[in-house]
């Protein structure tokens, strides 16, 4: 694996995107998904210029943090337990996978015993699978929803995250970010923000969901190969 080469592919990828949509690549952030990875391969990538790594996995994350010596902020990506909240809420810098208010709770109980604000990316369900989680991809469900995360004093709604349908062709995944971007203005709106975070794309997808207006992809076989 070279990783600096694979970062260099993935970067002209990025380019090539923002320039067929007439943005620029400093909008955008790229997270490293680093399930299964080691802190060494963590380490590389952020010494070559990856801002942050998200895992999806709450014993991954507590054992390879205390190794993670690159500077770089780390991200909780993937669902998240209730009572998993405690052991990474001192750890990571945003949680992308709030998509009920029990767990929306429990991030705000345990980031005021911290003394901490802690962001939260609202997961949307876009591609209605029965086997994800997410909110349900409608406007009222998502306002009242953030009306209801306003209320937590020590959670900080911070944009909208979402997992296309991997099986699905371009067309779809492209209908898919496409939805999710319009969903993404109705959060802005109500949230009087002239921006915020819309976390779309991974390997094998983030060049249709920059075209779609994506500011954050989360790739992983596309940075350090295939998984072993």
């Known amino acids: ?7 260099e592919t993935l970067r002209e990828r ?3 995107a923002c320039e067929q949509a007439g943005r620029k690549t400093d909008e955008i952030t790229i997270v490293a998904a680093s399930k299964t990875r080691s802190a060494q391969e963590i380490n590389q990538a952020l010494s070559l210029g990856i801002p942050a790594y998200g895992e999806n996995r709450v014993q991954e994350l507590i054992e390879k943090y205390p190794n993670i010596t690159s500077a770089g902020q780390a991200f ?10 405690k052991y990474i809420i001192d750890k990571v810098s945003l949680i992308q996978s709030v998509d009920r208010l029990s767990l929306a709770e ?3 109980r345990q980031a005021r015993k911290c003394q901490i604000v802690m962001p939260v990316l609202i997961e949307i369900n876009i591609g209605r ?5 997410g909110l349900e991809p409608k406007d009222e469900v998502l306002k009242e929803f953030c009306d209801r995360l306003m209320n937590l004093s020590a959670v ?3 944009g909208l995250m979402t997992v296309a349908p991997i099986a699905a062709e371009t067309s779809l995944r492209r209908k898919c970010f496409e939805e999710m971007y319009k969903l993404y203005e109705v959060f802005c709106g109500h949230m009087g923000l002239k921006k915020a975070v819309l976390s ?6 983030f060049f249709e969901a920059i075209l779609e ?3 954050m992809i989360r790739p992983g076989r596309a940075l350090f190969g295939e998984r072993k």
């Open 76 to 85: 909780f990506i993937g669902q998240l337990q209730s009572n998993k909240v």
């Open 106 to 108: 429990e991030i705000n």
């Open 213 to 215: 207006g994506s500011n």
């Open 14 to 16: 990025v380019k090539s």
């Open 156 to 158: 900080k709604p911070s």
């Open 1 to 7: 694996m070279d990783l600096k080469q694979n970062i």
């Open 200 to 205: 779309m794309g991974m390997s094998e997808d």
């Open 129 to 133: 699978e029965a086997s994800k989680g």
